[in-house]
């Protein structure tokens, strides 16, 4: 990839370094978490409590942390993040070590976890654009989601589910000690990432309007810059997502995606267990087999970005997610249910690459932080939501059906809901046209 200098070619490297190795041990401990949970409980709604504690920061911080990285370095915002991660694995891997833990405890770790992943991803976000060249988005998200499913879904829950036949400890202290070597990558870029003005002018001439004089106690006069207003500033993410057309219809759409999918990442691991009848190998080798299509996805996204728009990329993604999943609903045949995730894995790659890639390539960098954010809240977010659903589901579900058809019956409801907004995001952006 042809990168703008030495500079940024030296913190590219780093940067992708560090994302890898994060989500390398994020792939261990998301892995060992199900089945620490299960070994707890039984109960779908008590297990959704801890997924739903991992994402709920979503939910609570995305619209203030944009604010945060469109004020302030990025660099320190990543550092901040990842010594926070650290921090909360190795409390957990002591506690569970220690034999301490329990679900409530449990939750109020994945919580700590989940909101420096919320400063984490956000950041990385608007960093990618200001060292790769916008014709080369596609692709650079491309290789930031490769190594992401590489080392997350491949490496780490292949992995997971190996080590934790050892011990439930060990891959919750494995991801403690990647957590500080990626602190230290992270510690070593060069530059500070401050977030991007429109141009050189502009900034002198904010710089100036900004500093007010003000007396001090002895009577000099210093230049300090006002207080700004945080709500203003949220606001004005929401504000420039909801006065476009197209990433209205985008944001809408997230919810609805990220919603149904999270109800049936939360009762997957019963699914597994119970329906298909596998082991932790044999788990981690399931989702491996999906993460190999996503990393086709995104390989393939840029050349298919080619041969269609956006939008295009965006509609079959969807309603290939929505038939898909409904087939997995359909079915308790692992093998069969390993090429469905396969293929659905593609396809949730090639939709999460191109809407990152509409909001960097359209959205200006100063504002980027904080449309991003409305975009982690409106998906990210309610997945909170979703989890805790998706173990009330099959909790209700059990009082009219037997267990297994209502460990299935998630999927069959997203495919349903998917189908439908597939054909209803065409209707409605028929005649309008996209970033």
Not at 177 to 204: C, D, H, N, W, Y
Request: with cysteine; net charge positive; aromatic share 12%.
């Amino acid at each position: 990839m042809k990168i703008r200098s030495k500079s940024t070619t030296h913190n590219y490297s780093k940067l992708f370094s560090a994302f890898s190795l994060t989500f390398l041990g994020d792939g261990l401990t998301l892995a060992a978490v199900p089945w620490l949970v299960s070994t707890l409980t039984t109960d779908t709604l008590y297990a959704s409590i801890t997924m739903t504690a991992l994402r709920l920061p979503w939910l609570i911080f995305s619209l203030p942390v944009g604010v945060l990285i469109d004020r302030y370095s990025r660099k320190h915002m990543l550092v901040g993040a990842s010594f926070t991660r650290m921090i909360f694995l190795l409390f957990l891997t002591i506690c569970i070590w220690g034999g301490w833990i329990s679900i409530p405890l449990l939750a109020l770790f994945m919580f700590g976890i989940g909101l420096s992943r919320v400063v984490f991803d956000s950041t990385v976000q608007t960093i990618i654009p200001q060292i790769v060249e916008e014709k080369k988005l596609e692709k650079a998200n491309g290789q930031f989601t490769a190594g992401q499913l590489i080392t997350s879904d491949i490496l780490g829950v292949a992995l997971g589910g190996f080590i934790i036949t050892m011990h439930i400890v060990y891959p919750f202290a494995i991801d403690t000690v990647t957590a500080i070597i990626s602190l230290l990558l992270i510690m070593g870029l060069r530059g500070s990432f401050k977030p991007a003005t429109k141009s050189k002018e502009s900034q002198a001439q904010e710089a100036s309007e900004g500093a007010a004089e003000q007396t001090t106690p002895d009577g000099s006069e210093q230049k300090t810059r006002p207080m700004k207003n945080w709500r203003r500033e949220m606001w004005s993410g929401i504000q420039y997502v909801f006065q476009d057309r197209f990433l209205r219809g985008l944001a809408i759409l997230s919810v609805t995606i990220t919603l149904m999918f999270s109800m049936i990442l939360v009762t997957q691991i019963f699914f597994v267990r119970e329906v298909l009848q596998l082991e932790a190998y044999a788990f981690g080798i399931l989702i491996s087999i999906a993460t190999i299509g996503s990393i086709l996805g995104s390989q393939a996204v840029a050349y298919m970005r080619k041969r269609w728009s956006s939008k295009q990329l965006i509609l079959l993604s969807i309603l290939s997610m929505g038939l898909l999943y409904g087939g997995v609903g359909l079915t308790s045949n692992a093998y069969v249910v390993g090429g469905l995730y396969f293929c659905a894995a593609f396809f949730i790659v090639v939709y999460n690459v191109v809407r990152s890639s509409i909001l960097q390539r359209s959205v200006p960098n100063e504002l980027l932080g904080r449309v991003g954010s409305v975009f982690r809240f409106l998906s990210f977010g309610i997945s909170a939501i979703g989890t805790l659903l998706g173990g009330l589901l099959v909790r209700v579900s059990e009082g009219f059906f037997d267990r297994l058809f209502s460990l299935q019956l998630p999927y069959l409801l997203l495919s349903g809901v998917y189908i439908v907004a597939c054909f209803l995001f065409a209707s409605k952006m028929r005649n309008v046209p996209e970033n």
